[in-house]
């Protein structure tokens, strides 16, 4: 066991504390580029079926068309996989920035003030001290206990330890 009950050395540093932070910010952005790329699936291959809901055609299960139900079962294979790895993808960002907040969320409340100040909202330092009524100098002295308690919390968070955020 390591330094904080971790197993080997696989031990958080401060660097990879700030990486995630910066990353969490980029989420929204990654969760919203997976599900253009899966409407675009669902436009191309659903959306040229769906004319023929209403044609008439004998219902199979579930009452869809037979013609509706051939066109949807004749997607090919490596679209329904790209599609299933878009969707797991948007899945595990929403479960990383869910994790990340609620690690972020146990910290003080000045702490949790300044990390999202800095690292989430993009604020300067200034903009940060005056915000919280500190001086610069106590704005990154707060910074640094908290990017220290999150070193520890995040570390012990086996799903954000072992994400993978190379996009």
């Not at 990383?96 to 999202?116: C, D, H, M, N």
């Not at 106590?138 to 968070?157: G, H, P, W």
Request: include cysteine; aromatic fraction near 10%.
């Amino acid at each position: 066991m390591g330094k904080n009950g971790a197993k080997g050395d696989l031990s958080m540093d401060k660097s990879k504390v700030i990486e995630i932070l910066e990353f969490y910010k980029e989420i929204d952005g990654e969760i919203s580029a997976h599900r253009r790329i899966l409407r675009d699936y669902e436009s191309q291959y659903y959306n040229t079926i769906g004319g023929m809901e209403n044609d008439g055609q004998p219902k199979g299960q579930y009452h869809i068309s037979h013609t509706v139900e051939n066109a949807a079962m004749n997607i090919p294979d490596y679209v329904r996989e790209d599609m299933k790895y878009y969707e797991e993808k948007v899945q595990k960002l929403q479960r990383i920035k869910s994790q990340i907040l609620q690690e972020i969320s146990r910290l003080k409340l000045k702490e949790k003030t300044i990390i999202f100040d800095y690292y989430i909202y993009g604020m300067k330092w200034e903009q940060v001290a005056e915000h919280n009524h500190y001086s610069d100098r106590q704005c990154k002295n707060i910074r640094d206990t908290a990017v220290e308690k999150l070193a520890e919390r995040l570390q012990n968070n086996d799903f954000i330890r072992e994400f993978n955020m190379i996009k």
